[in-house]
């Protein structure tokens, strides 16, 4: 139940994201200066915030996205089934975002 | 005895005219793509944050692998989304008019801002920056 709004939440969410990936490329074709500021903006502490929920946004939707394709191809629908799902699309976002910021935190990233 | 009823008048109070069906495929198909592409994407993302603009640039250019998966991820990205915030429009926005004028904007914004990526990731590859 609270999987399956979140899957919508996060959506709504990555629809935000991906206009910042637009506004990144529009940045990187302005100049120097544009990028400047967006590095400056995304790198700040309420950007790295908002990256932050992104990466487990992406990966909570990955995930039950991937839970949707194999529902849709009809498997899964035991109640014990669906709810381990549940489950191991939460530890999964959780898991998948410790280590993208992990690798970002040892490559200079941060 | 023959029917003097035209296809559409019989079709008609019986339901979607298989109209959901290319909707609800394209959906899924776009998200199976994206899959891999936004996996790259992440990592991409580690790397370009550890670069400056120049460095950025050069990464763009560094093969035609980056910018192609690039535009790719943009496009499916967009039209994805366009496809999930059309489905919330309409599950949750009731009155007629404003859900036209939302899901108007949801196409609008979409291809705006997918259009705009896409021309600025292949601006900086084919050289129009630097």
Redesign the interface.
Known sequence: MVTSILH?AT??A??GG??I??LW??A?????DA??TF?AVM?SFPGKIVLFGL?LS?FYH?AK??Q??IW?LGHGYKVQTASMGAVVCIAFSIAATLV?WI??AM???? | MASFRTPLGRARGLGAAKHGVGHWIAERVSAAALIPLVLWGVFAAIRLATLDYYGAIAWLNSSALNPTLLVLLVVTSFLHMHAGMRVVIEDYVEKHLSRAGFLLLNLFACALFGALAVFSILKVALGGAV
């Open positions: 919508r959506g709504c990555l629809y991906a206009l990936l637009a490329a529009l990187l074709a302005s100049g120097p990028y400047g590095k790198g990466t992406v990955l996205g991937v949707h394709l849709d993208v690798i970002a490559t200079g990233a941060l």
